[in-house]
């Protein structure tokens, strides 16, 4: 009996692991999916689109109306009601742009009510739909190391749409679907075309309204306090801060309560599970006869785990996927110049120690906005002499900050005087300097062949109630038609092949990278100080965005003050701390601005930077590949992250260090479910012999490990 009992407990886990494994290889996570994106219209006038890992069912009679949304990687159902495709709001007059009606009990949807639902006759009705591949937003030059080259594929749908009423005569509605390859995402955004002979005023565009199933129930509450719902996550290319954080930067996402659900546990009818994508202060236009509005673009990431480091890795997965050009990552220093002969040292340098890119940081000589033949000529100069050595060249733009004139600065809404924005005085986007400052930028690059472009600011969304400015008609339009300048800017520079770091999320309008997350007077303290609190900010800003688009920060010569203690000149007499400072970023696949003067001092200095930025471009595929996190630096203990990648042959990377004057030992638990290993890890300490691991049936391994006083080691994973 006891026997047979064995026996059956060996069967049951024999079944587990082999369940385990298959769940294994088919994780989108782990394994690409080989699926396509598939968009089918059925004989019954049902359009689905479906790419394996979610499915999204339309009707298209009496009007289209979104009647199904699956996670086909754990078969949640995220629709509980029909809701309209999209909302208008023209003239002042709110109009419906799709869905059914008629829906009772809004707690979930069956099938069979469907076909008793009726369109609203004040909405815009369906008419027709087109399906075809996606077409890239935006048509990238890759000009750097890259991670990923490829352009995201998919498919599209657009379904037109067009209003009965007389007063919307010659106002055509089309709604975008775009579902992508490989990942459980789609993208929603609107075109409106106004085709008549008078304008509209469009004061709000509501592109996507979704009834998602509650996360929780709740008697009293409401929606600031209730979780929201996690099953689907949703970004926009409308988002600005200065957060360097998606989540705070976002400005569409409304988590709302419907009140037409009447049979929720919330007394009052608060539950936030009405799902609306719209900009607050936008876009507030006069569409004029023959002219095309785009809207915002949401884009639909399905989740299936609550696990953030899960959760993270389908953020970064998405962005690597669908705004490839974020996975570009050139070495770079950062310039602090005053003539001409610096920046030639500068390239020298960067040139005999391997790395790829100088940018003439702020406080440098360099002016983009003078563009004086004698000046477009001299940087144009600089930048052949930079392309002969192979190193490219960029520079640092300061557009907010600054007072321009009472006639070209932001104007208030509140006292209709200069001042008031983000940072006290700025210049307005839409003023005539500031279009003349996006001429400006354009024609030093076109002439001088510059290749990276720092931008500092604009910064969040300044509106302003000037009415003379000629890039915007007044205050209700601002907004919308600074930030639309300054995105086409963005895409201009990207298609041609130019590196952008920006001050804020403009990602998925061909930015590159953005700051780690990082506060500027922490570089004046003592170098022991900032190593922590370096691992600390790479810790904590690599979850929702990848290594490649955050940079650090090492101050070379001093910075917000501080003292000797506190930079790396003479680089000679602290090569051990610059060493570490340059492992712990390129250690996280993090650039970092190594700021100051000069990479180095010495032969000997020259060395150490060599050494570590040959053994960075070694391994430079897996320091590119996403991060796990282990433990987060305090100072007391040991601290590290952990690099993965199923598809390539070096499996992982381990980065580990120890901030005490002791040499310690610990054993650590590494979890290597993601790099795609199931039964045998291969792993080897810095160059030494690997030794095989059995993986533990959770994908972990222990890895017993040395330590010396404050340094770090790395390991291999293969």
């Not at 750097?144 to 010659?170: D, R, T």
């Not at 994508?277 to 004029?288: F, H, I, M, R, S």
């Not at 800017?489 to 590159?512: C, H, K, M, Q, S």
């Amino acid at each position: 009996m006891k026997l047979i009992h064995i026996f059956t407990i060996a069967a049951v886990l024999t079944t587990q692991q082999n369940e385990a494994q298959a769940q294994h290889k088919q994780d989108w996570l782990v394994h690409p999916v080989t699926a396509k994106a598939s968009i089918i219209v059925s004989t019954d006038k049902k359009v689905v689109l479906d790419n394996g890992l979610l499915r999204r069912t339309f009707v298209t009679t009496p009007d289209v109306a979104c009647v199904d949304f699956v996670n086909l990687t754990n078969g949640q159902q995220l629709l509980r009601a029909i809701q309209p495709e999209a909302r208008l709001v023209i003239d002042g007059t709110t109009y419906n742009v799709g869905g059914l009606y008629g829906q009772k009990e809004n707690a979930y949807l069956l099938p069979q009510w469907i076909s008793s639902f009726k369109k609203q006759d004040s909405s815009f009705h369906f008419t027709t739909y087109a399906i075809r591949p996606f077409s890239p937003f935006i048509q990238w030059k890759p000009d750097v190391w890259s991670a990923n080259k490829k352009q995201p594929q998919g498919k599209e749908i657009i379904f037109s749409y067009q209003s009965s009423l007389q007063v919307l005569s010659g106002f055509e509605v089309q709604v975008h679907y775009v579902l992508f390859d490989g990942l459980p995402l789609l993208c929603k955004w609107l075109t409106i075309e106004n085709k008549s002979s008078r304008s509209f005023k469009l004061n709000r565009v509501v592109n996507e309204v979704l009834a998602v199933v509650e996360e929780e129930s709740a008697v009293v509450g409401g929606t600031a306090q209730m979780h929201k719902p996690a099953g689907i996550y949703v970004e926009s290319d409308y988002a600005f801060n200065n957060a360097m954080r998606y989540d705070l930067s976002d400005q569409t996402l409304h988590w709302k309560a419907d009140r037409a659900y009447t049979s929720q546990v919330n007394y009052d009818f608060n539950t936030p599970c009405l799902m609306e994508v719209y900009p607050e202060k936008a876009p507030g236009v006069d569409l004029q006869p023959g002219e095309q509005f785009t809207s915002v673009r949401s884009y639909e990431l399905l989740m299936d785990s609550y696990d953030r480091e899960r959760r993270a890795l389908a953020i970064r997965t998405m962005y690597n996927t669908i705004a490839p050009w974020t996975t570009g990552n050139p070495i770079f220093m950062h310039l602090v110049s005053k003539n001409d002969e610096q920046v030639k040292t500068a390239v020298d340098q960067c040139a005999a120690t391997g790395y790829e890119a100088v940018i003439l940081s702020f406080g440098s000589h360099l002016n983009m906005e003078d563009n004086s033949a004698a000046n477009l000529a001299k940087w144009k100069a600089l930048a052949d002499y930079a392309h002969t050595k192979g190193v490219k060249i960029g520079g640092y733009s300061l557009f907010s900050s600054r007072k321009i004139s009472d006639e070209d600065d932001v104007i208030s809404p509140k006292t209709g005087k200069p001042g008031g924005a983000f940072f006290g005085n700025a210049p307005c986007f839409g003023s005539k300097w500031g279009l003349a400052y996006r001429d400006k930028i354009k024609q030093f690059f076109t002439t001088t062949g510059f290749d990276i472009w720092e931008n500092d600011g604009p910064y969040p969304g300044d509106v302003c109630a000037s009415v003379t400015h000629p890039g915007h008609k007044g205050l209700d339009d601002s907004q919308w038609r600074q930030i639309n300048i300054q995105k086409e800017l963005y895409r201009w520079l990207n298609e041609r092949g130019v590196y952008i770091n920006a001050p804020d999320w403009y990602f998925l309008d061909g930015t590159n990278k953005i700051g780690l997350g990082y506060r500027e007077v922490n570089f004046s303290l003592p170098r022991d100080q900032q190593k922590i609190i370096n691992r600390q900010n790479i810790f904590d800003g690599t979850w929702e965005k990848t290594a490649s688009m955050s940079w650090g920060f090492v101050p070379l010569t001093a910075y917000q003050g501080g003292g000797a203690e506190a930079v790396l000149e003479p680089l000679k007499d602290h090569l051990k701390d610059y060493d570490q400072l340059m492992m712990q970023y390129y250690g996280a696949g993090v650039q970092a601005c190594y700021r100051g003067p000069r990479l180095y001092d010495t032969e000997e200095t020259k060395q150490v930077v060599s050494n570590v930025v040959t053994w960075y471009k070694k391994y430079r595929d897996i320091l590119n590949a996403p991060i796990i996190h282990l433990r987060r630096a305090d100072g007391r203990d040991w601290d590290g992250i952990l690099h993965v990648s199923p598809q390539q042959r070096i499996k992982g990377l381990v980065m580990l260090y120890n901030p005490l004057k002791e040499s310690i030992t610990r054993t650590i638990t590494l979890p290597l479910y993601y790099t795609g290993l199931t039964t045998t890890a291969h792993i080897r300490e810095k160059e030494g012999k690997p030794v095989a691991y059995p993986l533990n049936r959770d994908y972990t391994v222990t890895l017993d490990v040395t330590l010396q006083p404050d340094t770090y080691t790395w390991y291999v994973i293969e």
